[in-house]
């Protein structure tokens, strides 16, 4: 009998199989601290001061310094993502203005589509304009990508940070690697 345990080894969900095809590679994000952010208008100024980058307050931007980025996703909403996985809901408790910032790095997972096509292969699944007049560098949103709701940022001419939760990551992963193949044929 084979012992199991000494053959089989736990790998990712998401790392098994797929590398990328042709022009177009879908990959897993790597690890980063994730944090929602809410808060009224009067307390952007404080928070942005706190975080070391201003948030954005016009639709489909974002904000970046050094390994954080600030997404605007609604008028009071914020996703804020930092690389190099430092304090930012430490840094984020210190001010004393009302706003919510919870932790959600357990609860989402980022997926990059990235090479010639990507905007393709993103939109087999997202209905949103991804010519880069109307989703420049730099521009996210919230949006849907097959049947499920996602954050979508343009990181490069040629590249899309996908982000969605872990739940529905699986589904999302093999949505992209399916459409990837789609847009090498």
């Known amino acids: 009998m084979v012992d199991l345990a000494q053959t089989a080894a736990r790998a990712h969900p998401l790392q098994t199989g797929y590398a990328g095809v042709s022009s177009v590679s879908v990959v897993l994000a790597d ?55 430092s304090a930012l809901v430490a840094d984020l408790a210190k001010v004393k203005v009302l706003h919510s910032a919870v932790d959600v790095s357990h ?49 490069e001419e040629n590249t899309f940070h996908v982000e969605c939760w872990r739940s529905f990551s699986g589904y999302a992963y093999s949505f992209l690697q399916e459409s990837a193949r789609d847009v090498a044929v």
Do not use: H
């Open 107 to 155: 609860r989402n997972v980022g997926i990059i589509v990235s090479g010639k096509g990507a905007d393709a292969v993103v939109n087999g699944g997202c209905p949103q304009d991804l010519s880069l007049k109307a989703f420049p560098v730099g521009a996210a949103s919230r949006t849907v990508l097959g049947k499920i709701e996602i954050v979508l940022l343009r990181t």
């Open 31 to 85: 690890n980063a601290t994730r944090v929602s952010l809410r808060a009224r208008p009067d307390a952007v100024a404080a928070l942005s001061k706190a975080i070391g980058l201003p948030l954005p307050v016009k639709s489909k931007t974002t904000s970046t310094q050094g390994s954080r980025t600030a997404m605007w996703i609604g008028p009071d909403e914020w996703l804020i993502i930092d690389a190099d996985g």
